[in-house]
């Protein structure tokens, strides 16, 4: 069976590494970018995805250039806790969080595919442009390379080539571009002082304003961690930006300069990272279906949302597993994207959902409302039983509840065990 798998990058890599350990052998990526690796900000696996990356034999070597991250903490905006709670192993799972940076993610996936599959497996600079779906025959897919373009057959094609992807546009045409909600997100990495437990999470924000920090690597020589940082707020220019365009320190500290909290220097975050990088806030509406005959939608193409909850990467290595556990249960490419359509689906339509009302963060929402001017007694604001009711409902949407992680089928479809 010819596989082709459109995109190069999480997702893409571990589709390709699935489909192997399943016992397929003619897989071929296209990357439409060069061979460098993507940026280095930071990301989050959760424990399901983790869970799914050891039993590709990939923990330990992913878990050396990680961060095991042991708890999230959600302020408000003057710097008062309004909740927190473990994560990882230390909120029960038999695997960890791991914070990490994405390029060093890449690099352990891509390695991964040179190692098992073979170099030529990927080949860079090599865009979808255009492809036509079949049922009993291949699927006609094109190819351009520079000024060049190709026609490719394959069995099976796999659109795993992000929020601006070309297969589903393919599928789905005249969408268009992918929506924003008109929040503004810049970005960096800082070295600094370990704050909190040295493994939180931690969330800042108002009714409209968050700022995201987590460590991603650590340095004990220097006593030292590489903070990953997000800040984000509404602005009427969100929707004309650039991707990965350079932005000025002073945008930064000009929306957050009255925030100040007592375990981190944030104008010193701001100002030591070495490059600021501004993004929309951008997702995808959900789609009624991703798969049209042999081909078929994968992670972001399939179901970008928004960066609540860190389930970006999580939900793309779970697709890449469910949709190569198919494929080698029924050795069929129509009736496997079936399968694997009705298993993923529904759950991301939710979780899609769910994140364009803050998921979790809803909580950070939630305080700000009742006391915008901060409080003394947080029982005074919310009960304890209503924040427990947002965590656990939005765990329950993304599919990550301990017992359900712990004890759910494996997804391979070998002998191998999963183990942490």
Same mark, same amino acid.
Request: hydrophobic fraction near 50%; aromatic fraction near 4%; charge should be negative.
């Given at each position: 069976m010819?596989? +082709?798998?459109? &995109?190069?990058g999480i997702g893409g890599l571990t589709t390709a590494l699935s489909l192997h350990a399943a016992g397929f052998t003619d897989i071929r990526l296209v990357e439409a970018t060069g061979t460098s690796a993507p940026s280095g900000l930071g990301l989050n696996v959760l424990p399901d995805a983790v869970r799914e990356l050891s039993e590709l034999g990939l923990l330990e070597r992913l878990a050396g250039k990680a961060v095991r991250t042991a708890e999230l903490r959600l302020f408000n905006r003057h710097g008062r806790l309004i909740w927190t709670e473990p994560r990882g192993v230390a909120a029960g799972y038999r695997w960890p969080q791991l914070s990490v940076s994405r390029r060093r993610l890449w690099q352990v996936l891509t390695d991964a595919v040179h190692n098992r599959l073979g170099p030529e497996t990927v080949a860079f600079g090599t865009r979808v442009v255009g492809c036509v779906p079949e049922q009993g025959a291949p699927a006609e897919v094109t190819l351009q390379e520079g000024r060049e373009r190709r026609t490719a057959l394959a069995d +099976?094609?796999? &659109?795993?080539?992000?929020v601006h992807s070309a297969i589903r546009a393919a599928l789905h045409p005249g969408e268009g571009p992918p929506p924003g909600n008109g929040v503004m997100m810049w970005r960096g990495t800082t070295w600094a002082p370990p704050f909190l437990s040295g493994r939180t999470m931690a969330v800042v924000g108002d009714d409209v304003r968050r700022i995201v920090l987590y460590p991603i690597a650590e340095d004990p020589v220097q006593d030292r961690v590489l903070v990953n940082w997000v800040a984000a707020h509404p602005s009427a220019s969100a929707g004309r930006a650039d991707w990965h365009e350079r932005a000025p320190l002073a945008a930064v500290l000009s929306e957050f300069d009255d925030w100040a909290v007592?375990?981190?220097? +944030?104008?010193a975050i701001f100002r030591n990272a070495p490059a600021i990088y501004r993004y929309p806030m951008v997702d995808r509406d959900p789609l009624p279906w991703w798969s049209a005959g042999n081909v078929t939608l994968l992670g972001d193409a399939a179901h970008a949302m928004y960066p609540m909850g860190s389930n970006g990467a999580t939900q793309s290595i779970l697709d890449a597993r469910t949709l190569a556990q198919a494929l080698a249960i029924t050795g069929d490419p129509v009736k496997a994207l079936a399968d694997y359509e009705r298993r993923r689906l529904p759950a991301m339509t939710r979780l899609q959902e769910s994140n364009r009302g803050w998921g979790p963060e809803a909580i950070i929402t939630m305080v700000h409302q009742r006391a915008p001017d901060g409080f003394t007694d947080l029982d005074d604001v919310v009960s304890p039983a209503e924040l427990t009711e947002v965590a656990t409902r939005y765990a329950s949407v993304s599919g990550a509840q301990v017992h359900q992680v712990n004890h759910r089928p494996s997804l391979? /479809? &070998?002998?191998? /065990?999963?183990?942490?």
């Open positions: 010819r596989i +082709l798998i459109a &995109g190069a +099976l094609v796999i &659109g795993a080539d992000g007592d375990w981190i220097d +944030l104008a391979s /479809t &070998g002998d191998r /065990t999963a183990a942490p």
